[in-house]
């Protein structure tokens, strides 16, 4: 026997359902883009904090390099010469950092770094302006 197919006892979605939940999800996407935008400014400021940090540690490990050296501490000068100040392939340098400073960016965000000089008692820093 071959039943015969009904077809106003079909099931489906009217059109204004289908626009609604799109409109539903429009919105929801929209929120979700703002979030996501939100989210990876945050990243990218922690990255330079990070980066700040990473500076500090690498000043230290120079300075503390020199002071137990045969040498000792001579000058700032030579503690600026031996710092390695690539940080990897996102962070950048906006002009080659000086002595006294420059500004580092990760991404889309920047950040003014001043740097003070190492002396014989302790080990010079750097942190944002």
Same mark, same amino acid.
């Given at each position: #026997?071959?039943?015969?197919?009904?077809?106003?006892?079909?099931?489906? =979605?009217? +059109?204004?359902?289908?626009? $609604?939940? *799109? /409109?539903?999800?429009?919105?929801? $996407?929209? =929120?979700?883009? &703002?979030?996501?935008?939100?989210?990876?400014?945050?990243?990218?400021?922690?990255? +330079?904090? !990070?980066? *700040?940090?990473?500076?500090? /540690?690498?000043?230290? #490990?120079?300075?503390?390099? #020199?002071?137990?050296?045969?040498? @000792?501490?001579?000058?700032?000068?030579?503690?600026?010469?031996?710092?390695? +100040?690539?940080? %990897?392939?996102?962070?950048?340098?906006?002009?080659?950092?000086? &002595?006294? @400073? @420059?500004?580092?960016? =990760?991404?889309? !965000?920047?950040? $003014? +770094?001043?740097?003070?000089?190492?002396?014989? %008692?302790?080990?010079?820093?750097?942190?944002?302006?």
């Amino acid at each position: #026997m071959v039943s015969k197919l009904n077809i106003s006892s079909s099931k489906g =979605f009217t +059109l204004i359902e289908l626009i $609604a939940v *799109m /409109a539903i999800l429009s919105i929801l $996407a929209a =929120f979700t883009v &703002k979030k996501v935008n939100a989210i990876y400014s945050t990243a990218e400021e922690n990255a +330079l904090i !990070q980066g *700040m940090a990473e500076l500090n /540690a690498r000043e230290k #490990m120079t300075w503390t390099n #020199m002071i137990l050296s045969d040498h @000792g501490y001579q000058n700032d000068e030579l503690v600026w010469n031996e710092i390695d +100040l690539n940080l %990897g392939e996102q962070y950048t340098w906006n002009n080659p950092p000086e &002595k006294n @400073g @420059g500004t580092l960016s =990760f991404g889309s !965000q920047s950040i $003014a +770094l001043k740097r003070s000089a190492s002396e014989k %008692g302790n080990a010079g820093s750097w942190s944002s302006l």
